[in-house]
């Protein structure tokens, strides 16, 4: 964080954030969701199963999205995605060509806190924009800084991910160039899962400290346009 940002004042800039993304997002609709799938390079999993005993673990997150966003450089956790593409798993992606999926009833469980952290573009002339989550285990250490730092979501009834009341189902953001990331605090275990191939585009792999957020974007800068 900058010098001479407190704490109030973050907190108020990530609440303006948060307007921003919901104003955006409000035209999307939802759709049936139940997996988690993170993508990356296959040396990436050749490395955890060969040097870190099958143990994907949480890693300090970098200078990405919005300058301000309060979890850069100071949370640890492991990026999944969540967005669908035409109801499916997209078949590329610009992270790896190997992926890895995570059942939601696994980790988005009763016990389980959910925050805003993030919403932003990158430069392109796609413009897409991303909702950044942050997924804890209540009590844990992440949890304890998310709530200090973060905006605590309604489980049940945020737009972005979501696990209706008494429901077994999970539901997601479903609108048109917006991306729904899930930052997850915990390790997890690959002993038991499967590596899926698929295709990619851009780079093949992600961007070493993060790509900042696009500036003068009028829908995610805060400041511009309301």
Same mark, same amino acid.
């Given at each position: ?26 035209? %999307?609709? +939802? ?33 990405? %999205?919005?300058? *301000? ?16 593409? =035409? ?11 190997? *992926? ?28 897409? #924009? ?6 804890? #285990? +209540? ?14 979501? =309604? @489980? ?17 953001? =479903?609108?048109?160039?917006? #991306? ?15 590596? @899926? ?14 790509? *900042? ?14």
């Amino acid at each position: 964080m900058a010098a001479g940002w407190s704490m109030t004042d973050d907190r108020e800039y990530l609440r303006r954030l948060l307007r921003k993304a919901e104003e955006h997002c409000s035209l %999307g609709s +939802s759709e049936a969701v139940s997996t988690l799938y993170r993508n990356k390079p296959s040396s990436y999993f050749d490395d955890i199963r060969l040097n870190h005993n099958n143990i994907m673990k949480p890693y300090l997150k970098d200078n990405g %999205g919005d300058q *301000r966003c309060p979890i850069n450089g100071r949370l640890k956790g492991l990026f999944f995605n969540v967005t669908l593409t =035409d109801g499916q798993l997209p078949v590329k992606s610009p992270f790896g060509d190997r *992926r890895v999926k995570m059942p939601l009833s696994e980790v988005f469980d009763d016990s389980a806190k959910l925050y805003f952290a993030d919403f932003y573009c990158k430069p392109s002339r796609s413009r897409v #924009h991303y909702v950044t989550l942050v997924l804890t #285990h +209540s009590g844990s250490e992440a949890d304890s800084f998310c709530q200090t730092h973060l905006l605590k979501l =309604d @489980s049940d009834t945020n737009m972005y991910l979501r696990k209706p009341y008494l429901s077994s189902t999970y539901e997601t953001l =479903d609108r048109s160039a917006v #991306h729904v990331e899930v930052m997850f605090t915990e390790a997890v275990n690959m002993t038991h899962r499967v590596l @899926s191939p698929t295709g990619t585009f851009g780079r093949g792999h992600s961007t070493q400290g993060g790509i *900042r957020k696009t500036v003068g974007c009028s829908i995610c800068n805060v400041g511009i346009f309301g």
